[in-house]
């Protein structure tokens, strides 16, 4: 008797449409199962993996009654169970150190990034920011912007010194206008020549936290972390830069997302939007609207017509 399946494999819509196998951790070639709807069931666990021969990973979902009332079985089509072939070595996700992490993450006025906040919203809100996204301060009191992922592990720290009055990054040929914590650890011996980065998108943490927010994601850090405290019905996260709206934005899967892209930047998020069919992502023009001309000279981003607006109207108007 021929058996009613309930979930099916997603049909090809792009590299974007595949995955990264969980049995042999190789990126796009792992296909969700998905219901009726074409919503994965979960792209971590349930698919099957393209490398049929080396791999060989297929798990389909938990049982599922079919129309006569019996069970359909988890095993793939085929009635074969998935052939385990010996995995071939894969290098390990490379982590940033704890108790290295954990040691920077203070609430200090010589960081000057925070220094700005605490005078923009004031200490106690200052310091809520600060904890919410796990911000560092380095021994010379730049800003560290740490990226931990769904999964609370730290990926990345990106190093930028900031002006307390200003806000801005200090671009002054003083210091680098960016720096890496990875790359002072390894310079100070403290971390292994191939330690490799792997970036997530900045306060991601922050999503198994706020399920029932819609996401509004930006290019700064910065960004992220003033708009959160001016507009909390959205959960901020930053890609951390204009070309960085790449696949780790996949783990906005199943969440509504507004982007924020900065000036001039509309027309490259929202072709990029396009490669990733499964996301409910809507490339806002707002900033495009709402910049005036001394704005745009400058290249402001959203950030600095938050500020702006803020200082001159007890209120902010909406964003949607």
Not at 44 to 49: K, W
Not at 83 to 93: D, I, M
Not at 235 to 243: E, K, P, S
Request: with cysteine; glycine share 6%; charged share 25%.
């Amino acid at each position: 008797m021929k058996k009613n399946y309930r979930y099916h494999l997603l049909k090809y819509k792009g590299r974007s449409s595949r995955f990264r196998c969980p049995n042999c951790g190789r990126p796009h070639c792992f296909t969700p199962y998905v219901d009726e709807n074409d919503v994965p069931v979960n792209v971590e666990r349930y698919g099957r993996c393209d490398h049929e021969q080396s791999c060989g990973y297929n798990l389909y979902p938990p049982y599922e009654p079919n129309r006569q009332g019996g069970k359909v079985s988890t095993l793939p089509k085929s009635g074969k169970r998935p052939v385990r072939r010996r995995k071939e070595p894969q290098k390990g996700l490379c982590l940033l150190p704890m108790e290295i992490v954990r040691k920077t993450l203070l609430f200090t006025p010589k960081n000057g990034f925070v220094a700005f906040l605490s005078g923009l919203f004031g200490e106690e809100t200052a310091k809520s920011l600060v904890e919410k996204y796990r911000i560092g301060t380095t021994k010379d009191g730049y800003t560290v912007f740490y990226q931990f992922d769904i999964r609370d592990r730290c990926r990345a720290g990106k190093i930028i010194p900031y002006n307390p009055r200003t806000g801005h990054r200090i671009k002054d040929g003083s210091v680098p206008a960016a720096m890496w914590v990875h790359s002072r650890l390894k310079a100070q011996q403290q971390l292994p020549d191939d330690w490799t980065l792997s970036q997530c998108l900045f306060g991601e943490h922050l999503l198994p936290l706020c399920p029932e927010l819609p996401v509004a994601l930006v290019e700064a850090e910065k960004t992220a972390v003033i708009c959160s405290a001016v507009f909390p019905e959205f959960l901020w996260l930053a890609t951390g830069g204009l070309g960085q709206f790449n696949d780790r934005v996949k783990v906005l899967l199943s969440r509504q997302v507004i982007a924020f892209p900065d000036l001039g930047a509309c027309d490259r998020w929202r072709k990029k939007a396009k490669d990733y069919p499964l996301l409910d992502i809507t490339v806002s023009d707002y900033l495009e609207k709402n910049a005036t001309p001394q704005q745009r000279e400058m290249g402001a981003d959203l950030a600095d017509l938050v500020v702006e607006e803020r200082m001159e109207e007890p209120a902010f108007p909406s964003i949607t």
